[in-house]
C-alpha cells in the first residue's frame, strides 16, 4: 500500500515535471498576473519613447496587469547591470530583463538565471520570421533564451549639415583620413572636431570599439575575439595611436557627459561630428529635431559597407515572480504589432522579415537596407563580442585611458587583453 501510493505519487510527480517541462502548455496559460515588473535602462528620451510603444501594445492586451516599469538611468546599462546583478544575486528577479543577444546573453544563461524559451519561438512562429544567423546569437547548446526586439547599428557618424557648411565640409568623410582632415576643418573653423561623453566610461569605449574596426578592417577585429589577432600586436597599436588622434579633438569636459549631453554639443552646433549608435537619433526625435535639417548621417568612416550591430532582447529569468504575464510580454515582443511600435521611436530596425518599413524614417530604412547587404560585425561595448566582465573590465580600461589624459597606449593595450581574458573566467 505504501509502496503503491509512493509510486502513484511517483508517477503523478512524472506527469507533472512532464507538463512543466512541456513548455508549449505551461507557455499558454493566460495571463492571470496582476502584476508585471520589467527592467531597462531605457528611462528617457528615444529610450523611454520606444518603451512606452511596446508597454502600449502591452496593457491594451493586458488590461488587467499592472505595468511596472523599473528601469534605471545611464547609458548603454552602466548603472542598470549593477543593480540587476545585485537583484538576481539575492534571487529577486524581476519578470523580464533586457540582455543584449551574443555573449551577454550567453553570461546570463551559463550562470543559470535564465528560462529556455525555444518552444515559444515554435508556438510564435519566430523561427521563420527572425534572421537564422542573429538566432544563433541568442542559443546556448541547442536552447533558445531570450526575445530579440531590435537591430542597432554602433557605427554610425552624426553631424549638423549646417555646422559642416561652415567649416567648408559638403560630404561624409568615408575614410580615416577624410576624418581627420574634417577635424583639421573643423578646428580652423573653431568648432570642437568630436562630441566626447565620459560619463560611466562606455561611450568613450564605444568609440575605440569602432575605431579599432576602422584601423584594422572587419576580419582582423573579429579575431580579436576568436584568439586569433592579438591585443598587444601592431594592429591594435595602430588602432589606440588612431584613437588618440581622434580624442585629441574632443571636448572639455566630457566626463561629466551621458551620450545625450554629448550629442546636443552636434545638434546646438558646438562640436562637428558624433559617433555613436543610431539611438542618438530617436533621442533627438524626442527632442523635436529633424532628421536631415537639424543633424544627418553616414556609416562612420572606414566602416563603409560594414554594420557593427547589437540586438535587444527580452528574458525569462528564472524565478519570475509572474511568469504568465512575462510570456505576455514576449510575445509582445516578438510580434509585428510590437516591433513596428517599438522601433521607429527606439531608432532601430526590427528583427521581424515582415516589418512594415512605411512606418520607419529614412534614416531607418537606409539601415534596414544595408542591414540585408553589408557585412555584418558584433558590437563589444554592447554584448555581441563579450559578456558583461569583459565589458566592463574593457570599458573600465579606456576610462582610466582616458581620465588620464590619453597618454599611456601600450597600457591600455595590455589591459584591453586582460580584458579580454577576463571574459573568459
Ligand atoms: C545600448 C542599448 C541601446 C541603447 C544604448 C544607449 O546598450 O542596446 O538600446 O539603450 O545602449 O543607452
Known amino acids: 500500500m505504501r509502496k503503491g501510493s509512493i509510486r502513484l505519487i511517483a508517477a503523478a510527480s512524472v506527469i507533472a515535471l512532464a507538463l512543466t517541462g512541456c513548455s508549449s502548455s505551461k507557455d499558454d496559460a493566460a495571463n492571470t498576473d496582476t502584476k508585471f515588473e520589467i527592467f531597462t535602462w531605457w528611462a528617457s528620451g528615444g529610450e523611454a519613447a520606444g518603451l512606452q510603444g511596446m508597454i502600449d501594445v502591452y496593457t491594451a492586451q493586458n488590461p488587467n496587469t499592472e505595468f511596472i516599469n523599473a528601469a534605471v538611468a545611464g547609458g548603454a546599462g552602466v548603472n542598470a547591470k549593477a543593480v540587476l546583478a545585485s537583484r538576481l544575486e539575492a534571487n529577486d528577479a524581476p519578470d523580464s530583463f533586457q540582455a543584449h543577444a551574443g555573449m551577454e546573453l550567453d553570461g546570463y544563461v551559463r550562470s543559470g538565471k535564465l528560462e529556455d524559451l525555444t518552444s515559444l519561438y515554435a508556438s510564435e512562429g519566430w523561427d521563420k520570421v527572425f534572421p537564422a544567423d542573429l538566432i544563433k546569437t541568442l542559443t546556448v547548446d541547442g536552447k533558445i533564451y531570450s526575445v530579440p526586439v531590435n537591430i542597432h547599428r554602433a557605427n554610425v557618424i552624426w553631424w549638423n549639415p549646417a555646422t ?21 576643418k573643423f578646428k580652423k573653423a573653431g568648432v570642437t572636431g568630436l562630441a566626447l561623453a565620459g560619463k560611466g566610461d562606455w561611450a568613450i569605449a564605444h568609440l575605440l570599439d569602432w575605431m579599432l574596426l576602422a584601423s584594422m578592417g572587419p576580419d582582423k577585429f573579429e579575431g580579436l575575439y576568436n584568439g586569433s589577432t592579438s591585443w598587444t600586436g601592431p594592429e591594435v597599436a595602430a588602432g589606440i595611436k588612431n584613437f588618440q588622434k581622434a580624442l585629441s579633438y574632443g571636448n572639455k569636459g566630457a566626463g561629466n557627459l551621458d551620450w545625450p549631453d554629448a550629442g546636443k554639443l552636434v545638434t546646438s552646433g558646438k562640436a562637428g561630428f558624433f559617433i555613436m549608435g543610431d539611438w542618438a537619433s530617436a533621442q533627438w526625435q524626442s527632442d523635436g529635431l529633424k532628421l536631415g535639417t537639424d543633424y544627418t548621417y553616414a556609416a562612420a568612416p572606414g566602416t563603409v559597407g560594414i554594420y557593427q550591430w547589437l540586438s535587444d532582447s527580452f528574458t525569462l529569468p528564472v524565478g519570475a515572480p509572474h511568469r504568465n504575464a512575462a510570456l505576455a510580454w514576449l510575445k509582445v515582443c516578438g510580434s509585428l504589432e510590437g516591433q513596428d511600435a517599438f522601433n521607429p521611436k ?30 555584418l560585425v558584433g558590437s563589444t561595448v554592447h554584448g555581441v ?4 566582465a569583459l565589458m566592463a573590465a574593457y570599458s573600465a580600461a579606456v576610462g582610466k585611458y582616458f581620465s588620464g589624459g590619453y597618454k599611456d597606449n601600450a597600457g591600455l593595450a595590455k589591459d584591453l587583453a586582460a580584458a579580454y581574458e577576463a571574459g573568459k573566467a
Open 346 to 375: 527606439k531608432g532601430s530596425i526590427a528583427v521581424r522579415t515582415d516589418t512594415d518599413l512605411t512606418k520607419y524614417d529614412a534614416y531607418l530604412q537606409s539601415a534596414a537596407a544595408d542591414w540585408a547587404k553589408d557585412r
Open 385 to 388: 563580442n563579450g559578456n558583461n
Open 164 to 184: 559642416a557648411t561652415k567649416a567648408g565640409i559638403t560630404a561624409a568623410p568615408a575614410t580615416l583620413d577624410e576624418f581627420f582632415a574634417d577635424l583639421e
